[in-house]
């Protein structure tokens, strides 16, 4: 039998979040054939040490400003028929949907497929803008990542999948009200 999927997400030095991202992926991993990579960007061993409890393969890769870069390592590795990415500072909410998709065999179905990223723009969570990303690709020998930000799978095929899953993600805001953290600073460059 295939793998049907394979979850790639990048880690650097955030413990907590990245704790919280890997805890949500559980119940996927749990009722889907699917295996873990975690392409590892930071330098803290703690954040190392948090991810190896959730799986083996952990790849290192020294940061070089290229988003695509990194998840292009990390989707070389995956052995899944489908490929799903996120980042550690991401998780969801309710993985449900995800799991039928695949328990189903709808999977077989698609090409593509998207959920929705909750990027919360209050601490409180009471403001939000809600937009569909599309992380999830059949995996062909085609594949790719481009753009060093913002980065986006390669060739898009249709037909699509769109779920109502969502994941949360605070990523862009600082740790003052009204601040954004060096998220801005670092990406504004790359833009």
């Known amino acids: 039998m ?3 999927l394979t979850i790639s997400l990048l880690a650097s ?5 990245l704790e919280r991202c890997l ?3 559980t119940p996927l991993l749990r009722q889907v054939p699917a295996e873990l990579i975690v392409v590892f960007t930071g330098t803290d061993e703690r954040v190392r040490q948090v991810a190896e409890r959730y799986t083996d393969q952990i790849i290192p890769f020294t940061w070089c400003n290229d988003f695509s870069a990194a998840r ?3 989707l070389k590795q995956a052995k899944g028929e489908w490929f799903l990415y996120l980042d550690d500072d991401e998780w969801f909410d309710d993985v449900t949907e995800i799991c039928e998709f695949f328990r ?5 179905q698609y090409q593509f497929a998207g959920y929705i990223q909750r990027n919360y723009l209050n601490w409180e969570g009471s403001r939000y803008a809600d937009t569909i990303v ?3 690709a059949r995996k062909t020998p085609q594949l790719h990542f481009e753009n060093p930000i913002h980065e986006e799978l390669s060739p898009c095929f249709s037909p699509c999948k769109d779920f109502q899953s969502y994941v949360h993600h605070y990523g862009y805001l600082g740790k003052t009200v009204g601040k954004t953290d060096g998220k801005a600073s670092r990406n ?4």
């Not at 030095?13 to 979040?17: E, P, Y």
């Open 2 to 4: 295939k793998l049907p």
């Open 13 to 17: 030095n955030r413990i907590a979040s």
């Open 23 to 25: 805890d949500s992926l």
């Open 72 to 74: 292009n390592i990390g």
């Open 104 to 108: 189903s065999g709808e999977y077989r």
């Open 134 to 136: 599309y992380r999830m």
């Open 188 to 191: 504004i460059p790359l833009l």
